[in-house]
């Protein structure tokens, strides 16, 4: 998940400030049902972290499953307090936790979590906000998006054409609320993935930074002889533009490529029909080698908020990446020069049979793609301007 990456980037950056590091966590990642093991505590702590607490509570995943769920059905989300995001006894945990360590500075997760840092009586001018994306309002547009998706296994064969027309999302609402742009703006400091979603916070008065997302540049020797490849995880943007691309870009490419081949990783791949053309691998741990020999990736999306972390991870590789005009504007890619930006079905095509038919092609935008990375969004230079704001912001820290 990517802001699972984030998150990782973030405690990494802080690893190296010299300061003592508690990470609190619930005992499973969203409703995706990831559970901590002792690998992955020891891989954090590795990062500099002291401690790992971790909240497991039967009747908070049950509260929150059901509270989610019956949002979802009526295709709303609640604001700031739905227990469906901060369910009772994790609050009250993480408002004793708090207590308990004294923190001199809290750095909180998503603004849903405000209800949390109210619990703990915690001053919010103490505060950073990771704003990964501004999550009301991508909740709420999955839900509506939710409604209209075929069941599973997802197929082209009994999906709404409607969900698959890029202005989709012109005919609903995706105005930010007013309730969580102001509730980001009471923190002392935001950090914000996106440049238009720091803007809108802005708006309303916070101090808000706008630091994209960072990556470690994947090991170099890529073959560009294999598939393309989506790496996709399971969630209803990602099976929306899967849906769009072969109901729409795949046919074409079928035609005139018979020998196509899109590879799609992730939590996605396990719950799409069988469609010729396209090899689902599951969850892969280490995408390294799938990256390794990718010719290029595919990013779809044309719904969501925050920025498409896969298109930078890709980058990282020196993968290509062709993606539709929406997510391409929060990204590092440039047209032409280190991937492809389409504006519709026919563009995507045409942009995936050249990367398909030429390899130096591939070769040229796949090395500048990584070079884009090492130059700009390496790691150590969000390591740095993370520093930079904290001291900043925070000077008595």
């Known amino acids: 998940m990517g802001s699972q990456v984030r998150a990782l980037e ?10 003592e590091i508690h990470l609190a966590s619930e005992g499973r990642a969203d409703d995706q049902t990831i559970g901590w093991s ?13 401690e790992v607490h971790i909240h497991k509570s039967l009747i908070d995943d049950v509260v929150g499953w059901y509270v989610r769920r019956r949002e979802r059905r009526k ?30 500075l809290l750095f909180m997760n998503y603004s849903i979590s405000d209800p949390m840092v109210e619990a703990a009586g915690f001053d919010r001018a103490k505060c950073v906000l990771e704003t990964h994306d501004l999550v009301l309002l991508n909740k709420r547009m999955q839900s509506r998006l939710q409604l209209r998706l075929p069941p599973r296994p997802y197929s082209t064969r009994n999906v ?3 969900i698959l027309e890029l202005d989709w999302y012109r005919h ?32 309303h008065g916070g101090n808000v930074v706008h630091l994209p997302m960072s990556m470690s540049c994947g090991r170099e020797g890529n073959s560009y002889d294999g598939g393309a490849i989506l790496a996709a995880g399971l969630n209803g943007f990602n099976v929306q533009g899967y849906l769009w691309f ?8 079928r035609v005139n490529e018979p020998g196509f081949r899109l590879d799609v990783t992730g939590a996605l791949s396990d719950h799409i029909a069988g469609q010729p053309g396209v090899v689902p691998h599951g969850v892969v741990p280490d995408l390294g080698g799938i990256y390794l020999q990718s010719r290029f990736a595919i990013c779809p999306v044309f719904g969501g908020t925050g920025q498409q972390v896969k298109i930078v991870e890709a980058m990282a590789w020196g ?10 504007l929060e990204s590092p890619i440039v ?3 280190n991937g492809l930006i389409c504006s519709d079905h026919r563009e995507f095509a045409e942009a995936c049979l050249s990367l398909w038919r030429d390899e130096p092609l591939r070769r040229r935008l796949g090395n500048a793609a990584r070079e884009t990375v090492k130059r700009d969004l390496l790691s150590s230079r969000y390591a740095t301007r993370v520093r930079d704001c904290l001291e900043k912001t925070f000077p008595w820290l």
Request: hydrophobic share 45%; charged share 25%; with cysteine.
């Open 319 to 328: 993968v290509p990446v062709v993606a539709l005009a929406e997510p391409a």
């Open 75 to 104: 295709g709303k989300v609640r604001e700031m307090g739905s227990w469906g995001f901060t369910p009772p006894l994790r609050t009250r945990w993480f408002a004793c936790l708090v207590g308990r360590l004294e923190p001199d």
């Open 38 to 50: 002792a690998a992955d505590i020891a891989a954090v702590k590795a990062l500099g972290v002291r």
């Open 335 to 337: 047209h032409g020069e």
């Open 172 to 203: 609903h609402e995706t105005d930010v609320s007013d309730e969580e742009a102001e509730t980001c703006a009471r923190y002392g400091l935001s950090l914000s993935i996106s440049a238009r979603e720091a803007t809108r916070i802005k708006a």
């Open 10 to 19: 973030l405690i990494r950056a802080l690893g190296t400030t010299g300061h």
């Open 160 to 162: 709404d054409p409607e």
């Open 246 to 253: 072969a109901a729409k870009v795949l046919p074409l490419l």
